[in-house]
């Protein structure tokens, strides 16, 4: 597993499989959206880490948002986000037995781009 630093995950993959460190990794497929991502999550007070392979945000040592690559998405998974405020409609479960956990889907660096200042109240 990836845990050495975000540039490395944005360089080599997450380290999960046996696609690490070659152009096959789901991490490749993302990285313009999620360089993007990252940038907006950077210009916030969030402080970044590695944590179980992936980019992971946090503040005052909690847990708040993390980058995450999937084969057809790649997302923003806030660890509280049931209890976000979520105007827009565009948190979704991950799964139907995730209790707190919410994401953001992303397909393009347009999908970001449309979704900056709902994604700055969602962090806010």
Do not use: I
């Not at 970044?48 to 005052?60: A, F, I, Q, R, V």
């Not at 660890?79 to 397909?107: I, M, N, T, Y």
């Amino acid at each position: 597993m990836n845990t050495t630093s975000v540039d490395a995950y944005l360089r080599d993959g997450c380290g999960r499989c046996d696609k690490y460190q070659t152009p096959a990794c789901k991490v490749h497929l993302w990285t313009a959206p999620l360089e993007a991502l990252r940038a907006l999550l950077r210009s916030t007070e969030l402080v970044e880490e590695m944590k179980w392979g992936s980019p992971c945000y946090t503040l005052g040592g909690k847990n708040v948002v993390m980058l995450t690559s999937f084969k057809e998405h790649c997302a923003l998974q806030f660890f509280k986000g049931a209890a976000l405020d979520d105007e827009a409609g565009v948190l979704e479960r991950p799964g139907p037995s995730s209790q707190q956990v919410r994401l953001v889907k992303f397909r393009s660096l347009a999908d970001v781009t449309a979704r900056r200042a709902v994604v700055r109240r969602l962090v806010a």
